[in-house]
């Protein structure tokens, strides 16, 4: 398995790619950061009209003077509930809509940009419209490029998928559990631990517990077998199913080759989490 990544190497992923070495900015650099920075901030006057939009909400709902404002619009729980940590609070009511330090909305029709000062943070850009301000919009275009630049989304962007698209959920799971199949063989390649056995990321899964060292050690390499024979597996069905597909070979399947019974394989440790039962195992193909 690791000889065949070697020779087609699993696509890049955050996780995957080298870091790269560190770069100083130069003078140059920081002068035009300062510039947009400054540019963000707006003029004093600016400043001093949402300072007294803000002040006026304050009194009128009975905040404290240094409550900063936030507009939340949609189910965006997560953002809500992250503001709100670093002190952020909303009024809900829709008078307030266009008094705020940070709104953030679903729909590029929440914000009215004419009423938007330059020190006020949204997060859509204005008249980008859902064709790239939204992410399933910039999704669409940016799987586009290969046919009318012949560019490979994937050769400069973080792979992306849409899950509300039954074809594209399926290529996530194929592209997650095989990601994580390929890492096994690349971390026995370099002498580490299967992740599941790496006290560092997951708890022990030996379940027998020992007094005998020389047998808590040969259920360990039991396991990490188990391990790297279903990440074997894996890796290569998921290199024979793409290679059937892009040559067009009887067997392709264009729905995937991989389930949540090959994760489990590959990260047994993670079967209580899921609430998964025992499943068949995955034979080497």
Not at 217 to 235: I, N, P, T
Request: proline letters at 4%; a neutral charge; glycine letters at 6%.
């Amino acid at each position: 398995a690791f000889d065949r990544l070697a020779v087609e190497p699993a696509p890049k992923s955050n996780t995957m790619v080298p870091m790269r070495a560190y770069e100083v900015p130069s003078d140059e650099k920081f002068a035009k950061a300062r510039v947009w920075e400054d540019r963000d901030k707006g003029s004093e006057e600016d400043e001093r009209a949402l300072n007294g939009q803000l002040a006026t909400l304050r009194g009128r709902r009975g905040l404290g003077d240094k409550k900063r404002i936030m507009v939340v619009v949609g189910g965006n729980k997560m953002v809500r509930k992250t503001l709100t940590k670093q002190g952020f609070v909303e009024t809900g009511q829709p008078e307030d809509a266009n008094t705020f330090e940070v709104k953030w909305t679903l729909a590029h029709s929440d914000i009215n940009f004419a009423q938007v000062l330059p020190n006020q943070l949204v997060n859509h850009w204005e008249k980008s419209s859902v064709e790239l301000g939204a992410k399933v919009g910039m999704h669409r275009n940016l799987r586009a490029l290969k046919w009318f630049d012949k560019v490979d989304m994937d050769s400069f962007f973080p792979r992306m998928y849409n899950l509300s698209n039954p074809g594209e959920m399926q290529d996530f799971v194929d592209d997650f559990i095989f990601t994580a199949a390929s890492s096994e063989a690349v971390r026995f390649s370099q002498g580490l631990a299967v992740t599941s056995l790496d006290p560092s990321v997951s708890k022990d899964v030996m379940k027998d517990k020992t007094a005998d060292a020389d047998a808590a050690a040969d259920a360990g390499k039991k396991h990490a077998r188990a391990v790297l024979a279903a990440a074997h597996s894996v890796v290569n069905r998921f290199f024979d199913n793409r290679t059937k597909l892009e040559n067009r070979e009887e067997g392709g399947i264009m729905g995937g080759v991989l389930s949540l019974d090959d994760y489990m394989h590959v990260r047994p440790d993670l079967r209580a989490s899921y609430k998964y039962s025992e499943a068949t195992p995955v034979a080497p193909s």
